[in-house]
Each structure stands twice: as C-alpha cells, then as structure tokens.
C-alpha cells in the first residue's frame, strides 16, 4: 500500500473512488461530516419502516456507472436487487403501461397514434447518435426540441424527465437527455430497467461499498468535518480537522459540491477570482416536496405511477414495499410522492402543508381506499437537488473537472462535477474518469510532506 489518499465525503462518489483506489492497493482515509454514510442517499428508521431521504432508484442498472464500479471490483453479488420494472402513466381516462421500446411507443395509448409518429420522430435519431455527438447539444433546452408537440405529448416528456431527472423538461439539457435515452436503446446494447436495494434504503449500496473499501484497510471517521485544505506552493499539504488538528497528506479528494468546497475549505488567494466565479454560477438548486405514507392496504401491484398533466400536483407515487417488502414492518405498507416545487417554498410551512394536502387528494381520487387505510404520513422539503447535472450548459464537460492546475494534489468528484447521469450515477461516473488522474498523481509524485511553518 501507498501512503493513503484523504477522500471528504462519504457519499456514493467517495465511496466509489475509495473501493477504486483499494482495487490498486492505494489506501484512503474517509473523513465524513454526519454520523452517517451515503451523503443525500442515505437512510433512516421511521415508525419500524425504511425512510430514504428523498426517492432514488438505479437508473438503467445494469449499465449503470455503480454496476460498473461493483462488476469492476467484483461485488456485484454482494448487492441485492429487486427490478422496478411496474411503471405506469395516469391520466383521466386510467392507467397507461411505460413503454421500454419503440414497439410500446407505438402502442402508448396515453397519447393519440399521430402524436406517437411524431414522438418517434424526435426520439429515433437521438437512441441512435453517438454520445459524442450528444456533447454539441448540451447547452440546448429539451424543450427545443418539445416545443411543438401537442399538450399530451409534452405531458409524456414531462413524465419521462419525473422518472429519469427528477425535474421537469425545462431543466433539462437536450445533451443529457439524449445520452439517457441512448443509454436505455438495446440495439446500442443499453437497457430500460431500474432497481432498489432489495434489504431496503438506497444506502445499502454505500454500505456494500464501505465494506469493500474497509476489508483493504481504509479507514472511516463519521462526524468528522474538515475545516480546511492546507496548500503551499500550489501543493496540497495536509487537512485540518474540526478540533484544529494538522493531518498531513500530500492527496486530498472533496467530495461533496464542489462550488461549497471551494468557498469553505480554503485560502482566499488559493484559487484564480475568474475560476472561482465560474464554478460558482454552477450553485443552481431546485427543490422539491416529499412525503411517505405508511398505509394499512396495499392500494396497487405496481412500483410507480406518474399522474400526467399540469393539473397534478404529485408527479409521481413510488410504491416502495412492492419494490421490496423489507422497507415495512409485517402488514404495513409505504409509499412516497413527490414533486418539484419553487426553492422559497421549502421554508414556507404553510406552503408544504398546501402542496401535502393536495397530494394527499389527488392520490385519493386515484385510490379511493387511500385515506381510510392512511396510518400516518412524513412530510419532506429539499433545497439541495442540484441543478447542475441537467441544466443547459450545466452538464457533462461544463461541471467542475476533476483536478485544477492551481493546485497539485487536489481532486473532486460528485455530481457536481465532470460527469453524465444524475445522482448516484453521477457521483459514479465522476469517480471513474477520475481515478486515471489520481493514479498518475501518485505514480509520478513522491508523497513529500512540507511542515506548516
């Protein structure tokens, strides 16, 4: 092993470049500011049920950067999952089935036989382009290319960008939708599927990662904030903790938004006033309202349904115990639903209490059965689901990079940075374009350690 590598942040993209690391005998210590793993994946107990903050499933799985990372290291077994592949629409006239091909396409009954012709149209040429090509259009709005369907075919975009974004079409990057839809087409040898941790709560995957990563001897500190990023000679030196203490280490990984780290963890002078304001503009929040029911009935068989239409508050019921049963105790059953919501309303009570009850109707007048069988109900609302992955001009090679010539030694991943994907997937990206950098720092690097004077 090679003097260990400091990664901030136990998140999936810390984790992910942790077990990465192990895999070529490099050590890492991980220092995470909660008194838990997963960053925003990361889960907890409610009234005997599996809470996830916020709703998440692997999109694409098995082509997913997290299955890649897990099939690279070979644990893929070690994380059990259960296919989310019950997906349905809902408009006035019932329940229509998600399409996972161009032959279902055809069949959507949602939307009239020309409107699908047209969809084809649009959705044809971008499942078979490059990704390369996808690059050109990432300062496009989706919605260039949406503008002109009737209302019930942008109503299916904006349930498809619910299930793929979690945001509506007009976050969205024509470059980042056209690499999700390319990565769904099985004739370039992607897939539709999705799936959840079968024991329950999107963090079991950090926690598989975790212990991959601790068997080869790295090492995890919860509730351990770091309070700064020592630099001398544009070289990364050391760390200091939350109890001023000096860590010495000449390889520093941050690992949450980097546009926070930037501002937080170092000297004013460290970084150029132009490079700062640029990875600042990415700082782009939306935010949303959540809420899980547990119930006392099972209202459907399916794992979600998208209500369609701009007169549904609730853009999507995710029935997480029909995902898999473990999340709920014996006899119980839970669902969220969710929706994005202007950021000011987050801190507005009354606000969240309005969008919650009309949630709550909306799901009733699908499910009749739903009130009467309501056990109690957990409302959620979140003001840090960045932007930055799906915005025009805010994707892929427009994010933070992964290392900076101002400082040697110094590298980020996550969502925020160079990355395709969303979420968990692209935190697991990151980490992989990463990790080429980081091995050739330490390969042509002597881990020289300059005292603070």
Known sequence: MTESVVIIGA??????????????????????????????????????????????????????????IFKKIGIETSLKLSKVDAIAFYTEDGFHRYPK???????????????????????????FTSIKKTESWDDVPLTE???????????????????????????????????????????KGGTSEFAYPQDGGYDMISKVLL??????????????????????????????DSNQKFIDTNCVVVSYPAYHAINQLFDKDIFDKDFVNKINKLNETTAVVEVHFALSKKLDKRHVVFPVGSHHTAKGIFFISNMTPKVSPKGEHLIISGT?????????????????????????????????????????????????????GMVWK??????????????????????????TDSAAHSSILCLPKILKYIKTTKPVITPLS
């Open 11 to 68: 998140g999936v993209g810390g984790l992910s470049l942790s077990v990465l690391l192990a895999q070529q005998g490099i050590r890492s210590k991980i220092y995470e500011k909660s008194a838990k793993i997963g960053g925003r994946t990361s889960s907890m107990m409610y009234k005997n049920h599996i809470l996830d903050n916020g709703f998440h499933i692997m999109p694409f799985y098995t082509q997913s950067a997290i299955y890649q």
């Open 101 to 127: 091909g161009i032959v279902d396409l055809l069949r959507l009954s949602m939307i009239p036989l020309k409107s699908r012709v047209s969809l084809l149209k649009i959705l044809l040429p971008i499942a």
């Open 211 to 240: 212990h991959y990563a601790q068997k080869r001897n790295c090492s995890l500190y919860l509730q351990s904030p770091i309070k700064k990023i020592i630099v001398q000679d544009q070289q990364v030196v050391g760390i200091i």
């Open 145 to 187: 290319s949406t503008k002109n369907l009737d209302a019930k075919t942008n109503a299916f975009f904006e349930a498809i960008c619910m299930l793929a974004f979690a945001d509506s079409a007009k976050n969205i990057s024509l470059g980042e939708f056209a690499r999700t839809i390319i990565r769904a087409n099985p004739f």
């Open 340 to 392: 994005p919501v202007p950021p000011s309303y987050v801190k507005n009570p009354f606000k969240i209490r309005e969008i919650v009850d009309q949630m709550k109707k909306e799901i009733n007048e699908i499910y009749p059965e739903f009130e009467e069988s309501l056990l109690w109900e957990r409302p959620m609302a979140w003001s840090l689901v960045e932007s930055v992955v799906k915005k025009p």
């Open 398 to 423: 427009s994010k933070m990079p992964h290392s900076v010539e101002a400082v040697k030694g110094l590298f980020f991943v996550g969502d925020s940075t160079i990355s395709y994907g969303i979420g």
